[in-house]
């Protein structure tokens, strides 16, 4: 009995140490509209966070990870349409990224690595795919500027995505 009493002193404070050090965090704009909101830990940036405009609309939000943006993200206009949404890993724009226009159609879509163009980039008209570029550390090696043009050299590559 007397271990078991020793170890549940000595686990529940450090399970509750390292609770006390996650917070939830607010930042208010200088006329009280709340600016953002999420978790700190240790006071660095963690978890989900969310980011408002000075009108009060939302921004952006997504996931922190030791303070570096990570995993999927979300942007939007003043008029509360898309702007952007993708993956990040420690900060840089990784995998497919999506593009809007301002009345919130798909404009393209691309592939990042480390934060650079790396791989496809297919431009949307009428959210139609209709042209797709190549990219490789942001330089352009090859285009198609017809999608049924890129289809037929491909296939269905983009399909999967």
């Not at 978890?47 to 922190?64: A, T, V």
Request: aromatic residues 18%; charged residues 30%; glycine residues 8%.
């Amino acid at each position: 009995m007397k271990g078991i009493l020793a170890v549940f002193i000595f686990v529940v404070p450090f399970f509750c140490q390292a609770d006390t050090a996650l917070v939830y965090h607010k930042e208010y704009y200088n006329n009280h509209v709340l600016k953002a909101e999420g978790w700190l830990q240790d006071g660095v940036k963690t978890k989900y966070w969310k980011f408002y405009r000075p009108d009060g609309k939302l921004k952006s939000e997504g996931h922190y990870k030791l303070g570096n943006k990570s995993d999927y993200w979300f942007f939007y206009r003043s008029n509360g349409k898309k702007l952007k949404e993708g993956s990040y890993s420690e900060n840089l724009m990784v995998e497919w990224w999506s593009f809007y226009s301002k009345e919130g159609e798909i404009t393209e879509k691309c592939q990042f690595a480390k934060g650079v163009k790396n791989g496809f980039r297919v431009v949307y008209v009428n959210e139609k795919p209709k042209m797709v570029e190549k990219f490789k550390d942001d330089v352009k090696t090859d285009e198609w500027t017809s999608y049924t043009g890129f289809i037929m050299e491909n296939g269905d590559l983009l399909l999967d995505e």
